[in-house]
């Protein structure tokens, strides 16, 4: 298969510019400078790319929503924020090949006719800053971004914006709302950002990896693009892997690729003595995959939805035997209640309260009514709120229980062999 | 104009009208904690659900606009499933402590409560503990535990006193309302913000723990505190005001009234209320009946010309009080000069809002009944006035030899020392009658209960001088 996003990832200093021009770099920019803005919108359309920041959104789509002539500027907004639990595959980008992001940004900010393009980065993100802050003042000297780009005309200035870390503010709303400078509060839609984003303009806001694959489909084409991966999951995406596998990382993978395969050839399956359990395909909001339905499913977006999961972000986190579903809902749980950025009530108070029960549950402490509880108060959040935080505590809570009850069951009953192992 | 069917019902509304309001139009109600009709749309209380035919999942009414053709339905089992969990999400942190809170009995989520679920918490765990009584501002007490964190009042804040002084801190449940660092919640309008929190989070400093509200009667009347004339509701209980609460008026006040404004109902309780008629005899006020007094004011009027009496109104009385005085003092004593007095404040507050500088309810309306403004004028022997008369006024007139003062008044202030006659007057809170705000708006104002002791309405008062008057006047003629 042929590499895409992280073809340069293996050469000595791949972070920087000379390193990124030898390989081919920003010809891409070059190319669609030459063509209309809207040819490019057409072309990232025609290549099916969907959004890797979680939701798999159609990129060329989201373009062709900015209105034309509004007056108004447009902005792009990149999402480096990367606060997924188990999802650290922009990362890698931002550390290893930050040019191929900002000349995939600069096409798309072409496209929609955007002269500004912020990316807001995780704060937590030390080194990915950094190099991403040298990768855009070497495109700076090399006139690829600012004034009069490759002597088109074309303007078009990058800045960095580092978040505080709050894991909401990677919601592309509260990203908005946080870059302005007020509370990372998510917006209530409509409307949506393509019609009014950033200081209430036009505004594309979308994931490193979505546009880091932007300068490959310019150079070879929508056609190109389409020939990897699968018909409506073309092109390839990266899966960061963690859990107790022999290798875990970050990988490029072409879509259709079965996750069997993938796991015990390319991760080197589980680290000896382990026994894969579960897996979560995308990212911690995701439903989890028992490990039979790990033997059966495929990595791409249609495949994974089959088995009522979702691809995400493509943070994949393997679960072993010794893990103990019921802590690792409460851990989840933990983690969605401290970050709900508590303006819906559903989530605010739903997460919160999943999170109580379920610390009962971990420390034996619950009875059998929890566990329908859990499920009722899980899918009475759902669907009820401004962003999908809620759902993203929703579904493991209904997969978690729906695929593995007699852990929760044990729990309540005081005999989890799990936890009992690991006391 | 779209035509959406809500609950069956076909209506034509305004384009761009969202379904809280189209509802209403149709003779529904959606429940609501963060809607308010007067700030932005913040949808956080995931209440207002309604269900739209062709969309899988509930919307919220009021960040959703009419359609044509749109169906929607406001109640039904989907709809009323998806209230009452928000409702019991609202309530897992909420202390409930309603037989200690100044809210109950006017509280969204009492009503709300019994309206949709009635049924017992499924609530264990400990509950989010936070501050209970943390001073906003001079005005305004937050209990952190019983904010449903709606937001109105942050944007009230924000949107209608412009002045940022109100944020939420801290994520999820352990969002928390307060004021930015080294602020204060202290704009003029701040009371408000008590007004349209759904819940008992903003109570009023001056209100809190004073009434259980449904002890409390209503009347609606209007604010005496300046010539804007903003609507309110007077709340009282046997012969006292309470608080004063806005009334809507779209072409005064819209929804809102200011802080000075909402503390113009405490004079009327004052512990100063004149309650006899006062006369002076040998140079010392006593206390007198009404009829004995009324008799005396005529038997001291006897011989005095109409020419040598000046009636003094009042802009802070109304048409009706001043207009009776007009016509007694014109047609019975034969007066011709009439001025008036006002409430004159050294630096007024004021704005381009709501609050004007001018602290009188009814300039425009005496100077429309023809009173002119009070200038020092030492022809006339007798100064007849509808009070409280400015004491240096009073005073300079009194000291001059053989000059009277008669005065209809509310209060026992020290001034009165200097008047030869007072008779005792209806408040504002016992009046009838209108006042003429500064756009000329002609504005009722009605009696919440009757005036302390003898006292009676500036009207009565001079039907009982013309009643004294009549029988000599008839006399003189036949
Ligand atoms: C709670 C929450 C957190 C999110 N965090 C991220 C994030 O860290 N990075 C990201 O790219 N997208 C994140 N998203 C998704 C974004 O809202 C948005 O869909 C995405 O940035 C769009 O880019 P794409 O179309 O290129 O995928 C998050 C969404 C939610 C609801
Ligand atoms: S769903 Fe949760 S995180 Fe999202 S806007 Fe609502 S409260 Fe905030
Ligand atoms: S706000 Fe006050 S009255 Fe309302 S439910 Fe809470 S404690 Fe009771
Ligand atoms: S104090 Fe009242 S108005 Fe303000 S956010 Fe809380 S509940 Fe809403
Ligand atoms: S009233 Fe609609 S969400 Fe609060």
Known sequence: ?423 | MPKVTIDGKEIEVPAGMNLIEAAKLAGASVPHYCYHPKLSIAGNCRICLVEIEKQPKLQIACNTKVAEGMVVRTTGPKVEEGRQSVLEFILVNHPIDCPVCDQAGECKLQQYYMQLDRKPSRMEEEKVQKDKAVKLGPNVMLDMERCILCSRCIRFCQEVAHQDELCFTQRGDHTELTTYPGRELKNPYSVNTVDICPVGALTSVDFRFKQRVWFLKTADTVCPGCSTGCNVRLWHNKGAAYRLTPRENEAVNQVWMCDEGRLTYKPVNAENRLRHPVVKRDGRNGKMRRDLAVAELKRSLEGVSGNAILGIGSAQFTNEANQAFLGFLKDILGVKDFVYHANEVANPSHDVFLISADKNPNRAGVEALGFKPLAEDRRYQVFFALGPLPFSKIQKIAFEKNRKVILLTTHEVPEIEYADFVFPTAAWAEDEGTYTNRQNRVQNIAPAFPPPGESLRVGQWMEEFDKAWRPALKGMTA
């Open chain 1, 1 to 423: 298969m042929e590499l895409i996003l992280t073809k340069n990832f293996n050469l000595p200093e791949s972070y920087t510019l000379q390193v990124y021009e030898k390989t081919g770099g920003y010809a891409a920019l070059k190319k669609a400078l030459g063509m209309k803005p809207e040819q490019v919108t057409e072309e990232v359309k025609g290549s099916g790319l969907r959004g890797r920041g979680g939701a798999g959104f159609p990129a060329g789509m989201k373009w062709s929503f900015v209105p034309k002539n509004t007056g108004k500027p447009v902005y792009l907004c990149v999402n480096a924020d990367e606060g997924e639990p188990g999802t650290f595959k922009d990362r890698a980008i931002l550390e290893k090949d930050p040019h191929r992001m900002i000349e995939g940004s600069l096409i798309a900010a072409y496209a929609i006719g955007a002269k500004t393009a912020y990316v807001y980065i995780r704060g937590e993100f030390d080194l990915p800053t950094r190099r991403l802050n040298a990768a855009v003042q070497e495109a700076y000297s090399k006139g690829y971004a600012g004034r009069n780009i490759l002597g088109s005309g074309y303007d078009c200035d990058v800045f960095v914006h580092r978040g505080a870390g709050a894991y909401i503010c990677g919601e592309e709303t509260a990203l908005l709302n946080s870059l302005e400078g007020n509370r990372g509060y998510p917006r209530i839609k409509p409307p949506f950002p393509a019609i009014e984003g950033l200081f209430k303009c036009p505004t594309v806001v979308n994931n490193v990896e979505t546009l880091a694959a932007v300068p490959y489909i310019i150079e070879h084409g929508a056609a190109g693009y389409k020939k990897i991966g699968t018909e409506k999951s073309p092109g390839t995406k990266l899966f960061s892997v963690s859990g107790p596998v022999m290798h875990p990382g970050v990988y490029e993978v072409e879509m259709g690729y079965p996750m069997r395969k993938f796991l015990h050839e390319d991760v080197g399956w589980m680290r000896p003595g382990k026994v894969l359990k579960a897996v979560i395909p995308g990212g911690s909001s995701m439903p989890v995959l028992t490990a039979q339905e790990v033997e059966e499913v495929n990595l791409d977006y249609e495949s994974i939805a089959s088995k009522g999961s979702l691809l995400g972000s493509g943070g994949m986190i393997v679960l072993d035997e010794d893990t103990c579903m019921v802590w690792a809902l409460e851990n989840l749980a933990h983690f969605y209640s401290h970050e709900s950025c508590g303006q819906c009530s559903p989530c605010r108070e739903g997460t919160g309260w999943s999170y109580k029960i379920l610390k009962r549950m971990v420390h034996g402490e619950s009875k059998k009514e929890d566990i329908e509880l859990l499920l009722d108060i899980g899918q009475k959040m759902a669907g009820k709120t401004i962003c999908v935080l809620a759902d993203s505590l929703s579904m493991p809570i209904a997969s978690y229980i729906g695929k593995f009850r007699g852990e929760f069951e044990a729990h309540v009953k005081g005999n989890c062999s799990q936890c009992q192992k690991s006391r």
